[in-house]
């Protein structure tokens, strides 16, 4: 199976920025459908970024549009993130996900859902305060 690993969490004061990185590894050579996830206790899983890896798009949820950047590279098998102007609601535990690729019109409904995702990384802790 594909496993992820996830990097880069910690704490950070509001106003102050975070670089996650997320490795993927395992048997297959084409592109990975990859996304960011953060989850806090008592909440459900929300979808925070998403790349398309077929012409390179990318989507994110409001509350992150203009703050965050999702960036894509070595063979589609690497995802970062790069969270700036954090504030105290981005504090939950992030997770990396990926798929193989389904259609585009798929992914633009689940993108950023869960079940659009088969693998799934053990989670970076990302703590604003």
């Known amino acids: 199976d594909v496993q992820l690993v996830e990097s880069g969490g910690g704490t950070v004061q509001p106003g102050g920025s975070l670089r996650l990185s997320c490795a993927a590894t395992?048997?297959?050579?084409?592109?990975?459908?990859m996304a960011w996830f953060r989850q806090s206790p008592g909440k459900a899983r929300e979808g925070v970024a998403a790349?398309?890896?077929?012409?390179?798009?990318?989507k994110y949820t409001d509350s992150v549009k203009g703050r965050f950047t999702i960036l894509r590279g070595d063979g589609d098998r690497r995802i970062d993130l790069e969270l700036n102007d954090l504030k105290l609601e981005d504090t939950g535990m992030y997770f990396c996900?990926?798929?193989?690729?389904?259609?585009?019109?798929?992914?633009?409904?689940?993108?950023?859902?869960?079940?659009?995702?088969?693998?799934w990384g053990q989670g970076t802790q990302v703590t604003v305060s």
């Open positions: 790349f398309w890896p077929g012409g390179a798009v990318t």
């Open positions: 395992g048997p297959g050579t084409g592109a990975l459908s």
């Open positions: 996900a990926a798929d193989w690729p389904g259609t585009y019109p798929r992914w633009q409904r689940n993108g950023l859902g869960t079940a659009g995702y088969t693998y």
